[in-house]
């Protein structure tokens, strides 16, 4: 098998992804609720700030997540943001539902900021670059070891 064509893929914010993780801090948040509510004392009011100023804190990072360019060139992934210099890196998927994945980007070296990036992906911010994501997410990686399957009794 060859290694996909090189091309480049905007990975901005995903609304599948936003609104997960809306969801999921909502739950959070009004599980804590009804547990301070039920409890009534000093660490069930220290419990709920604490869950709510976390909801936010999620909320607030979903509403400015800057959109990064991820690039293929045939031979490595690199990930940058708008005017930044890009890092190369390891990419992997971790959740594909077939319209939507999320993907982990393991830099190289991580000189400033974060060494790991999830990206969620999906096919509707980008629906003419979805195949092309694709395949150059699970074509073989040049100079990758390729497993051998011994098929029968050996």
């Known amino acids: 098998m060859r290694a996909a064509p090189s091309a480049s893929f905007a990975v901005g914010p995903s609304r599948l992804w936003r609104g997960a993780l ?3 801090a909502s739950l959070a948040l009004a599980v804590t609720l ?3 509510a039920q409890r009534r004392d000093a660490l069930a009011v220290a419990v709920l700030l ?4 976390h909801v936010g804190w999620v909320i607030f990072g979903l509403l400015r997540r800057p959109v990064l360019m991820l690039a293929w060139n045939g031979r490595t992934w690199s990930l940058a943001q708008a005017g930044g210099e890009p890092r190369e890196g390891a990419l992997a998927v971790s959740l594909d539902l ?3 994945m999320l993907l982990r ?3 190289d070296a991580a000189l400033r900021g974060r060494r790991v990036r999830w990206l ?3 096919r509707a911010a980008q629906p003419h670059a979805w195949h092309a994501l694709r395949c150059a997410v699970y074509s073989p990686q040049p100079g990758a070891p390729v497993a051998h399957v011994a098929l029968g009794d050996s």
């Open 22 to 24: 809306v969801l999921a």
């Open 34 to 36: 009804v547990w301070a």
């Open 50 to 53: 604490l869950v709510s100023l």
């Open 98 to 100: 077939g319209g939507a």
């Open 105 to 107: 980007f393991r830099a």
């Open 120 to 122: 969620p992906v999906e």
